[in-house]
């Protein structure tokens, strides 16, 4: 028998169990975790099998517009932080007018290519900051970190867009935060900001530009106290299932992490269409009291469900260990740059998106998502296979 594939129009179909087995030994996983192997329709032909998987991607901040106004003030810590991203399958684009589409051709009079060269997706004329994973979406500055993670189940709905709604969420929150007034006197409003940018998303995405989708939120803030000279303080909100957390490499311990927010297994508290949670309601802000060089870790779910809250302790701290004599064997007589710090942090985003992925893809794994499941009374195995962000962040205290 014959089934059509997106690779050829008309290739012999995979037809028996040890075919996938073999592919899947290769490392190679073809359906969700949730799903054994073998219960799947024998469709998938041994082209498509055999493609190969994109590694993750990351950076050390994500990009801001030219011409940008710079924050309206900025604490005396800063973040040296970088990012790591894996994505299940790549994001939907854009719609219009959030990426404006070239019309007709390059060679036609009217064609609208010389309005589209710039293909960063905008908003209210501005470039919507921060970086798309997927249906997640990441943020990081000098001084605030966030990862939101949108509900892909809104991809089967007509205008359902969940990676553009937790994008603009956290291109709004960003925005607020930047014009806030940094004030050790009186502490900043992270559940407020985000109620505005909620509000924000809403009205961006209405009327002539209706589009539905979730998102869940988490976000940090360094900040400082009154006293002489000041000492870091964190200031984190958290509504449904994304995470901060907040190690200690010298001790090699937690000091802090989100609680998880759900109305039901796998349904977590959501901002956007149709959901009753609002963050002014259901966001938690907490404020932690930190040192120099502990590290911030915002991660999705992706990371939760997969990995235990040990593991990434230990993932993190070898990673560092692992960078640090990477960099002492290539030039043992230099002074570290300052800018090395923050690709120390997107190597061990990177190492911790590495670990996730390791158990998303094994569909044997134990794991935290199978271990809810259990205790849900469901019946399923091994990782689960999600879209997968991580932003990890070192506190340091800025200079003058």
């Not at 329709?41 to 030219?66: D, H, I, N, S």
């Not at 973040?79 to 719609?95: I, T």
């Not at 230990?314 to 004599?325: A, E, F, I, L, R």
Request: charged share 25%; proline share 8%; hydrophobic share 35%.
């Amino acid at each position: 028998m014959l089934v059509r594939c997106p690779l050829a129009k008309m290739i012999p179909r995979v037809s028996t169990p040890s075919v996938l087995l073999q592919y899947l030994s290769a490392g190679r996983r073809i359906q969700s975790a949730r799903t054994p192997c073998l219960s799947l329709p024998l469709t998938t032909c041994a082209r498509c099998l055999a493609r190969p998987a994109q590694g993750p991607r990351g950076g050390t901040t994500t990009p801001v517009p030219e011409g940008a106004a710079p924050p309206v003030s900025k604490p005396p810590f800063y973040f040296e932080a970088g990012y790591a991203l894996y994505h299940k399958r790549p994001s939907r684009p854009f719609p219009p007018p959030f990426l404006s589409l070239p019309s007709t051709s390059f060679s036609e009079p009217l064609s609208t290519h010389n309005r589209s060269r710039d293909r960063r997706p905008k908003v209210n004329g501005e470039m919507i900051r921060g970086v798309t994973n997927g249906d997640d979406a990441v943020l990081v500055s000098d001084y605030f970190i966030a990862a939101n993670d949108g509900v892909g189940a809104w991809a089967t709905k007509e205008k359902g867009h969940a990676a553009l709604w937790s994008r603009l969420i956290i291109h709004f929150w960003a925005l607020q935060v930047e014009h806030a007034s940094y004030d050790p006197q009186q502490e900043p409003d992270l559940v407020a900001y985000l109620e505005t940018a909620l509000e924000q998303t809403r009205e961006a995405t209405s009327k002539l530009n209706e589009w539905y989708g979730t998102t869940t939120a988490c976000g940090a803030l360094l900040s400082a106290d009154t006293n002489n000279p000041a000492h870091p303080l964190l200031y984190v909100t958290q509504l449904g299932d994304s995470q901060i957390l907040v190690i200690r490499p010298k001790d090699k311990e937690v000091i802090y992490k989100t609680t998880e927010q759900w109305h039901w297994f796998d349904c977590p508290r959501q901002l956007g269409t149709n959901s009753p949670d609002t963050p002014k309601q259901n966001a938690v802000m907490d404020r932690v009291e930190i040192q120099e060089d502990d590290i911030v870790i915002a991660m999705t779910d992706g990371v939760v469900d997969n990995l235990w809250e040990h593991e990434v302790v230990k993932n993190v701290v070898d990673s560092m260990h692992k960078w640090q004599d990477q960099r002492s064997q290539e030039a043992p007589s230099k002074e570290p740059a300052v800018q090395s710090y923050a690709d120390g942090m997107r190597f061990v985003a990177q190492e911790l998106v590495n670990a996730a992925r390791t158990i998303a893809e094994d569909p044997f794994a134990e794991s935290p998502y199978m271990e809810k499941a259990i205790d849900e009374g469901l019946s399923i195995e091994g990782g689960k296979l999600d879209d997968i962000s991580v932003v990890a962040a070192q506190c340091k205290r800025r200079k003058g």
